[in-house]
């Protein structure tokens, strides 16, 4: 895909805190694409150390943004948790946009990504059936479908874009989290709907502290998928002791960033299934086991306690 001299359209969203290191690889990224308007949110550290490398990030970025561009600024003066501060930044951006791409500051991006993002968000802005489009790709050089990208179920968020009338029906809190049927049309194995359930669960109850189950969520309850790239547009570089949630390395990290040079588009807008399963297998696989292990565990606690007052009975 050639982007020389092809003008960025689309809104981007950088969301930064403390990581200068990892801040400046990805905005230099973005500063090639230019794009014509840029939207930076950055969170307040709590530290005082944390303080400075707050403002280390924010004095390179109003210093290194050198091409013609309208910048809005969502700079927090307190410390927000990642849930509060992530989510307020993407209402921010979409209640200004129609529609846009997300970069966090350890997302690292191929030059295509943004044009694959923005060609697609015009290509599907009318197509309720399609809720995210997304950079990510974890199928392990498997090519999926007839063209160029898939649809699924997941909705990978290391580098992604949607529009506002999507976003919309974000709920933060799960409020209206009420019961699993939503889940039960997406997924048949008993074991995968139990994981699900549970995280959602836990979520509304405040025990998982983040912004992106609630999107998955959204996106569920609506039936909307995801484009997801046969080639892996965005490389995680944020893996460390830095790192909110992505303390330890596994095997989806440093995955390399191809470019693109074009787009062939797939024949019809469905769910790939065997794209989904490999997923659900590959990078929830620990997970599950460990749903499977406490569902039968408590299977055998019940059976055990029901038999222990049988004999009681007798």
């Not at 905005?27 to 005082?48: C, D, H, Q, T, W």
């Not at 160029?148 to 209206?176: K, M, P």
Request: proline share 1%.
């Amino acid at each position: 895909m050639d982007t020389k001299e092809k003008e960025l359209e689309t809104a981007v969203l950088f969301v930064t805190y403390t990581r200068l290191d990892t801040t400046k690889k990805v905005f230099e990224r973005i500063r090639k694409a230019k794009p014509k308007r840029l939207y930076i949110s950055s969170n307040m550290g709590v530290s005082e150390e944390e303080k400075e490398r707050v403002s280390a990030v924010r004095v390179y970025l109003e210093e290194n943004i050198d091409w013609e561009c309208q910048v809005q600024k969502l700079y927090r003066t307190e410390c927000l948790s990642v849930k509060d501060s992530i989510s307020g930044a993407i209402d921010w951006f979409f209640s200004c946009e129609e529609m846009g791409i997300i970069l966090e500051d350890d997302c690292l991006p191929s030059q295509s990504f943004f044009w694959f993002c923005e060609d697609l968000l015009n290509k599907y802005k009318s197509d309720m059936r399609v809720g995210q489009i997304s950079g990510d790709n974890f199928q392990k050089g498997i090519k999926r479908g007839d063209g160029d990208y898939y649809f699924s179920t997941y909705n990978h968020i290391w580098g992604w874009a949607s529009w506002a009338n999507r976003w919309e029906n974000y709920d933060v809190s799960l409020n209206s989290f009420e019961n699993t049927k939503f889940i039960e049309e997406i997924f048949d194995k008993k074991s995968t709907l139990d994981y699900w359930s549970n995280i959602f669960k836990r979520v509304k109850k405040g025990n998982i502290n983040t912004w992106d189950y609630q999107w998955t969520f959204s996106l569920w309850r609506k039936q909307q998928l995801t484009v997801l790239p046969n080639t892996n547009l965005i490389e995680n570089i944020g893996f460390g002791s830095e790192a909110v949630h992505t303390t330890e390395k596994t095997e989806f990290s440093n995955l390399q960033a191809f470019e693109i040079e074009s787009i062939n588009h797939p024949k019809c807008v469905e769910r790939n299934l065997e794209a989904d399963e490999f997923t659900t297998e590959h990078m929830f696989k620990n997970e599950l086991f460990i749903t499977r292990f406490i569902s039968k565990v408590g299977r055998l606690l019940k059976a055990s306690k029901l038999y222990a007052i049988k004999k009681l009975n007798w």
